[in-house]
């Protein structure tokens, strides 16, 4: 049941095109307008963490790490990855005044100044550098450890390393390590002998500087195992012939504006008649801005196995306070760590059953259907079709599109007395929306800027 039952989809459109002064919908088909309300609910959302809810995920036997964003791992989140590729180019398409492409194979029908494999490059490259500036998804990857002095290469396709694990095979008599980061120098400096040394556990690990991405380890494992690696990897996008939905963002469907605002910028910088560029400053903007945002965003709030709160911490303060729960005899999980905006780890757990309760911030509930209501506040309705409105009139740009621009400030205002208001409501509030930053203060991926 919805909670708010104020304005359905139909009755937003009107209102939009009426704000438009095309309530015909001439100029703005309905597909369209729905676009803008939709992106305006999820910058509402990012800006806000405004829903926020609760969902199961049933913990497996032996497990560490549940990616929350995984249905097959969490059939129940409110955090999938559902904005895909083609949802993107329709977007742009109409921000471009080109006709939509909405199945696949995306055949191009628009102006010489764009085609679809165009867009779909700018869309990629654009999500490949929010995913290395936020670090907002974390990928498990397993590679293998060799029994000889080698560095371990890995796919281009790796971003960054933040955190490396010695498994070594079952049997073998030795436990899981969480290994340490260090650099060449120190260990050159401070344990020069460390090449020639004997075949024992690594207890650290060290990331080449040099292109492509590596890592070598200060000692040669004794037997045979693997590294886990928790990495920041590229996103796929699918090419224009792919199935329609194959290949989703990866990145949180809430953030997915600033990918398009990014590959908008791109497209709107090229020369000749795609040229535009006060419009591509302004993507520009709202990327770079989009950006900052989402280095702060919250995901996991709290959480519960089997009814027993759990403090949920940062991965790196559990290796540092807790540094044998990898290798920690199954049983009931009293610890959980999480990194990125998707992982979330435990003590490897027993039989069980457990069932953990994660209080997380949802993906923002977007209208489909003409009579589904929109799910925000009575007081935050206006805000919301004032964004959509601002959204809408890009495609105009000049100076019409420029006048809009006040509605957006009136959109960022309105978040920002919301966000005061949610403040104010306990003393400890704000510090849930602290858990999922914990882990890039305590291993930050990049020095701040002075």
Not at 145 to 168: E, H, K, M, N, Y
Not at 273 to 281: G, H, I, P, V, W
Request: aromatic share 10%; net charge negative.
């Amino acid at each position: 049941m919805p909670n708010f039952t104020y304005a359905t989809l139909s009755d937003a459109q009107a209102a939009l095109a009426a704000r438009l002064y095309d309530s015909g919908m001439q100029q703005w088909a309905a597909g369209e307008l729905t676009l803008a309300i939709v992106e305006a609910l999820r910058n509402w959302n990012a800006l806000t963490s405004f829903w926020r809810a609760e969902f199961n995920m049933p913990l497996q036997q032996g497990v560490w790490w549940y990616d929350i964003t995984d249905s097959t791992v969490a059939p129940n989140t409110l955090r999938p990855h559902a904005v895909t590729d083609n949802y993107l180019v329709q977007a742009i398409e109409y921000h471009l005044l080109e006709p939509p492409t909405p199945t696949y194979p995306l055949t191009w029908s628009g102006s010489k100044q764009f085609s679809v494999p165009g867009i779909l490059d700018a869309i990629t490259r654009r999500q490949n550098e929010v995913l290395g500036a936020t670090g907002c998804t974390v990928t498990r990857q397993l590679v293998d450890a060799p029994i000889v002095r080698a560095g371990i290469l890995l796919p281009d396709t790796t971003i960054d390393i933040r955190r490396v694990t010695w498994l070594p095979a079952a049997g073998m008599g030795f436990s899981p390590t969480i290994l340490k980061q260090s650099d060449v120098w120190a260990k050159r400096s401070f344990d020069s002998g460390y090449t020639v040394r004997s075949q024992q556990p690594p207890f650290v690990w060290m990331q080449a500087t040099e292109p492509p991405p590596r890592f070598d380890v200060d000692n040669v494992p004794p037997v045979t195992g693997q590294y886990e690696l928790l990495c920041v990897r590229s996103g796929g996008v699918a090419s224009a012939v792919s199935p329609p939905g194959a290949q989703p963002l990866s990145v949180p469907d809430d953030w997915s504006w600033i990918v398009k605002w990014g590959a908008l910028g791109d497209l709107l910088s090229r020369e000749s008649n795609a040229k535009d560029t006060l419009r591509a400053e302004y993507c520009q903007k709202r990327y770079a801005e989009g950006l900052q945002f989402l280095s702060s965003a919250s995901s996991i709030l709290s959480l519960q196995v089997n009814g027993i709160p759990l403090f949920v911490d940062a991965v790196t303060n559990g290796d540092r306070f807790n540094s044998q729960w990898q290798a920690a005899a199954q049983g009931p999980p009293q610890s959980c760590y999480t990194t990125g905006l998707n992982l979330v780890g435990f003590p490897a757990p027993d039989a069980g059953p457990y069932g953990a309760l994660l209080s997380v911030v949802q993906n923002a509930p977007v209208p489909v259907n003409p009579g589904d209501y929109i799910q925000v506040a009575r007081s935050d309705y206006d805000s919301i079709l004032d964004m959509a409105q601002h959204i809408a009139m890009f495609k105009l740009g000049g100076e019409e599109f420029a006048a809009t621009i006040p509605l957006y400030q009136k959109f960022l205002d309105r978040a920002a007395v919301y966000n005061r208001k949610l403040k104010a409501m306990g003393q400890f509030q704000w510090a849930l929306a602290d858990v999922s930053r914990t882990e890039e203060e305590r291993n930050p991926r990049m020095e701040q800027e002075q």
